[in-house]
């Protein structure tokens, strides 16, 4: 691989970001709020998949040799190198996603309670 070639790890972060954005986007507006019960479904699954990509990424830095991976640390605490500190913030970064999932996951069961129209209706008198 040439240093111009992306990895496919970063293309499919960057195609994961442009879907999230699109998510985002499109979520200001229900027109069908039936689909509001799997749409919050697909994001608790997708929450507990970004939650393990958090776990893998923080044992991978787990893993790294100096000198195989990396040439060493530029930061000011020698005590406390980049690759140490990205692992504890990947390790709350996947907690935190933990505890997001599961809000999702109970948010997907409380909507599933709501007997959702397929279409918004205009107020009727």
Not at 47 to 63: C, M, P
Not at 92 to 113: E, K
């Amino acid at each position: 691989m040439t240093t111009s070639e992306k990895s496919s790890q970063l293309l499919i972060t960057e195609a994961l970001l442009a879907a999230a954005s699109d998510v985002a986007d499109s979520v200001a507006q229900i027109p069908r709020p039936s689909d509001s019960y799997a749409i919050l479904g697909d994001l608790a699954r997708v929450q507990e998949s970004l939650t393990l990509a958090y776990e893998r990424l923080a044992d991978w830095h787990g893993q790294v040799v100096e000198g195989v991976h990396h040439a060493g640390d530029g930061g000011d605490d020698p005590d406390n190198p980049g690759w140490v500190d990205a692992e504890r913030s990947l390790r709350r970064a996947a907690d935190s996603s933990t505890a997001a999932a599961d809000a999702l996951r109970h948010a997907h069961s409380a909507n599933g309670v709501a007997r959702w129209f397929d279409e918004i209706r205009a107020d009727e008198p």
